[in-house]
């Protein structure tokens, strides 16, 4: 069923009030926001154009009441659309003064308690200003003090409500349907960026919004990198294609990808499917609330490591995921994130094989109160051939 888009007006009260007790504990006045994700999270700004680099955008959460908008005058119209009421504008661009003052008056009208502002400034965060405007608004704020809040706030926002769950199973399941629908369009002869293009008109069809993420690799027995093309190769007898995409639907991703072989598949290649095919149900099987992320890494490097891996290069085996690609967490062997139910995440295991050949399998999942679901259709127990 196509889920609602949007969402309600309580929840975003909800947002704001689980923001204003992390601003309690932190002992700050505010929460500055800057980023797109951020903005949309707590107001429902939902606008591509943010792909334009010229203009900064503003969101502060007050300690109490609604969140107040310090944005563009060329987002009025859209900003008055969501729940937000207090839209501060200003004629951008203007380099030598883009929203700082502004934006600075906007802080010294906040009730201040703690004489203390927050803003993401740590891991998996950045500033969508100039570096030198934050500077200038620390300058113009000499009694304000500002800290940094990532990780709270990644925090906040990795459990999802019913809500969000509801549209990232969507896009989850429409984009299990493409995947299984792409035979139909893929044969050898045909280049990987045909095929590709194949799949996002497909997706575009079955309902997603977009698809901002969809990379190939495919090589003889397999493939080397994951993250460059797709190319103009030529798909031939014998080779392995994976496709990973993160589309979107309602501005929520899904991030998962699949193997396929054409006309034949060697041994190793299939070996090396099924070992992370069953890495990956090793992870599905440690995940639950009370887990870490470091649980569900040992459990599935356990079984790559038997499988013979001749190594990992990619980092880490799996995501949060959400309204970006890539959320916090990481699951890795030391990053000890303890799961709680409505957590989405990735299980992603990978592994080398048959000198330097990769091999990667993705799932996304949601946590609940007794374990994990599958929010994309399980790929094939065996490695699918084509032709």
């Known amino acids: 069923m196509l889920p609602i888009r949007g969402f309600s007006e309580s929840e975003f009260e909800s947002r704001t009030e689980c923001a204003q007790s992390l601003m309690r504990n932190l002992e700050v006045d505010a929460i500055l926001l800057t980023t797109e994700p951020q903005v949309r999270y707590f107001s429902g700004f939902l606008t591509q154009f943010w792909l334009s680099p010229t203009r900064p955008w503003f969101l502060l959460i007050p300690a109490s009441g609604k969140p107040l908008a310090v944005i563009p005058g060329i987002g009025l119209a859209g900003m008055k659309q969501t729940w937000i009421d207090d839209i501060r504008c200003w004629s951008s661009p203007q380099p030598k003064d883009d929203g700082v003052s502004l934006l600075g008056q906007s802080i010294k009208d906040l009730q201040r308690r703690f004489g203390r502002v927050a803003v993401p400034l740590g891991v998996e965060s950045y500033l969508r200003m100039p570096a030198i405007d934050f500077q200038r608004l620390q300058a113009s704020l000499p009694n304000i003090e500002f800290i940094d809040c990532s990780e709270s706030l990644l925090q906040l926002c990795s459990v999802k409500s019913e809500a969000e769950i509801e549209k990232i199973r969507y896009v989850c399941e429409l984009t299990s349907d493409s995947f299984d629908a792409l035979p139909e369009f893929a044969s050898i002869g045909n280049n990987e960026r045909d095929i590709v293009k194949q799949m996002r008109i497909d997706l575009l069809n079955r309902g997603a919004d977009s698809t901002p993420y969809i990379v190939s690799a495919s090589g003889p027995g397999g493939y080397g990198d994951i993250i460059m093309g797709p190319s103009d190769r030529v798909i031939g007898d014998g080779d392995i294609l994976i496709i990973d995409t993160g589309t979107v639907f309602d501005g929520y991703f899904c991030d998962f990808d699949r ?28 995940a639950r609330p009370g887990a870490t992320t470091s649980d569900i890494w040992r459990a599935m490097w356990s079984v790559l490591e038997k499988g013979e891996t001749e190594g990992n290069d990619v980092g880490r085996m799996g995501h949060g995921l959400g309204a970006q690609l890539t959320e916090w967490p990481s699951i890795t062997s030391d990053d000890d994130t303890r799961l709680a139910a409505g957590m989405v995440i990735t299980l992603e295991p990978g592994m080398s094989y048959d000198d330097g050949k990769l091999m990667v399998h993705e799932e996304n999942i949601l946590i609940t109160e007794s374990g994990a679901s599958l929010l994309t259709k399980r790929a094939a127990e065996e490695l699918p051939v084509i032709g």
């Open 259 to 286: 193997n396929y072989a054409f006309a034949q598949a060697s041994d190793q290649a299939k070996r090396a499917y099924e070992t992370v095919f069953q890495s990956t149900e090793a992870g599905f099987a440690a």
